[in-house]
């Protein structure tokens, strides 16, 4: 791996961060505050949060094993995404590497930030292989993303390979763990320890069934969570927010519920559409979807719109023809899409 001085870009490795009126006194004696034009009305609304999640974070740091320090809390993961091109690279110069397929931000973060954006086609089992991305690279290769489980194909990629990239790549790798805790296959959280160039970020929008608090997790070497910190948005995550994953975060064990009750229908959904005539093949999935190619996904698509029941068409994706991505629901609503789609 590169130095962190040599991947970080130069303004950011300057940047004095703004400094609030919570950052420069945290204590606990103090008990009138007169320090940050807050108004003394309306509590508890009046306060501005914790800049850095303190509670939070401790709570996270228990639940996966990590230190609070090697963890970055942020509007969705969109900003644990969008944070590394600000860091990392230098618009109109620098470059990064992703699989193709994948998630739709990684690209869009990369137009909005001027970075070149190289894919590498994942293989017919929309796998691949660490020495396609490593030759991908250039010496203005700053990131390379990796999603696993894969969005929108569903399966977890091959662990060694993913390693492979991690140990053999000068810069920093980022893998997007939105949906491990579907998965069988375990997180690399495990690997932090040993790669100062890896970034995981997992978020509380699918397993844990918050998607509309917004709170994305980046985990990474304290040095890398250092300078998302000095570079994020002083008040990233609202009190609210704070507040509700605390509450989902002392129940932990509503979450591996629901994970299990999905887990089952997802089997079941899947089991169905193998045996609909208009399903050409289902693709092996580690995720709470899965990737179903139709005979007519557009008119599937279509019909299904007509009837209320919203998937996603993935059909203009590459490797994809013909494609409808599948979210399991509750029993009832797979039930409603099974029961339409048998009337096709
Ligand atoms: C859904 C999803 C996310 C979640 O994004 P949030 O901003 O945290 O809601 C992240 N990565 C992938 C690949 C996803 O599919």
């Known amino acids: 791996m590169k130095s962190l001085e040599q991947l970080v870009r130069p303004n950011i490795g300057k940047l004095a961060p703004y400094s609030s009126a919570r950052d420069e006194y945290s204590g606990k004696e103090a008990h009138v505050f007169l320090d940050a034009n807050e108004n003394p009305y309306n509590a508890p609304f009046n306060r501005y949060p914790d800049p850095l999640q303190r509670k ?3 709570q996270i740091s228990k639940l996966k094993g990590i230190p609070a320090d090697m963890i970055f809390l942020g509007n969705g993961s969109d900003e644990a995404i969008d944070l590394p091109y600000r860091i990392f690279c230098q618009p109109g110069r620098d470059n990064v590497v992703a699989i193709e ?4 931000m990684y690209r869009v973060c990369a137009d909005i930030n001027d970075v070149a954006y190289r894919t590498v086609l994942l293989n017919e089992n929309f796998d691949f292989q660490a020495s ?12 390379i993303w990796i999603c696993s ?9 091959n662990r060694d390979e993913i390693i492979k990239v991690i140990e053999n790549f000068d810069g920093i790798v980022i893998v997007d763990e939105a949906y491990i805790d579907f998965a069988q296959q375990q997180s690399l959280r495990t690997e932090l320890a040993t790669h100062p160039n890896l970034i995981i970020l997992q978020t509380m929008s699918k397993a ?21 910190n000095k570079v994020k948005y002083p008040y990233n995550v609202n009190q609210l927010t704070q507040e509700q994953a605390l509450k989902m975060l002392s129940d932990p064990y509503e979450v591996d519920k629901w994970v299990k009750i999905l887990l089952q229908e997802r089997v079941r959904l899947m089991q169905a559409f193998q045996e609909l005539p208009i399903c050409e093949h289902i693709y092996k999935t580690d995720a709470n979807f899965f990737l179903a190619k139709m005979t007519d996904a557009q008119g599937v698509y279509d019909y299904l719109v007509d009837k209320g029941i919203i998937v996603r068409n993935r059909s203009r994706i590459q490797l994809c023809q013909n494609c409808l991505r599948i979210t399991i629901g509750t ?5 409603e899409l099974l029961s339409a789609l048998r009337q096709f």
């Open 331 to 335: 029993k009832n609503e797979n039930n």
């Open 149 to 157: 489980p894969n969005n929108p194909t569903g399966n977890s990629l």
């Open 208 to 228: 844990w069934g918050s998607a509309a608090i917004r709170l994305g997790m980046a985990f990474a070497s304290q040095e890398i969570i250092a300078i998302y």
């Open 132 to 143: 396609d991305l490593l030759k991908t690279c250039d010496s203005h290769t700053k990131i």
């Open 56 to 58: 939070l974070k401790q």
């Open 101 to 104: 397929p994948t998630y739709g």
